[in-house]
Each structure stands twice: as C-alpha cells, then as structure tokens.
C-alpha cells in the first residue's frame, strides 16, 4: 500500500476517485496479508542486488524473499533482481 501511495503521489498511476477511498475498498475486497518488517526482511537486504536503491524496491524485494512470496511487478529493475521469485506483470 506504501509503494502504491508513492506511484499515486508521483502522479505514476491514477487512482479515483481518492486514494483513501480506494485503498478502504481494497482492503474491504481483496484477501490482503500484511507482511511485517522483520529481522528476516532486514536479513534477506543483505543477500540482495536491486539494480538500483529505491528503499520501497528494496522493502519489496527483501520481503518477497523472507516470506518465500512471489513479486508481481511491471519494474525492470525489480524483475531483473536475482535471488526472488518475480512475476512479470
């Protein structure tokens, strides 16, 4: 949701009619687990390359290793990362 507030603010994707709407339908619609930031997350930051250091990448990538999850992103960067399991989108 951090990452989606940020494209939304940069003005990177569109989202109505607000996105504190949308983001209570969302969570109201969608089977949403949150991830917690923990000492595995940190951990898996060690043993990542992201081709860039986007701390909102790097949060993403780190998670998706630490929880064995599969990353759903349109992000070059992102689905070049090894070391994740990435679905390109």
């Not at 992201?50 to 992103?73: M, S």
Request: no cysteine; charged share 20%; net charge neutral.
């Amino acid at each position: 949701m951090w990452e989606a507030f940020l494209l939304f603010r940069k003005k990177r994707v569109q989202i109505s009619p607000d996105f504190t709407t949308w983001l209570a339908n969302s969570l109201n619609v969608l089977p949403v687990v949150e991830a917690p930031l923990t000492f595995e997350v940190a951990r898996a930051l060690t043993s990542l390359r992201v081709p860039h250091d986007d701390p909102a990448d790097l949060f993403l990538a780190a998670t998706a290793k630490a929880f064995e999850l599969t990353l759903i992103t349109a992000d070059r960067n992102l689905i070049k990362t090894a070391g994740i399991s990435v679905l390109a989108n």
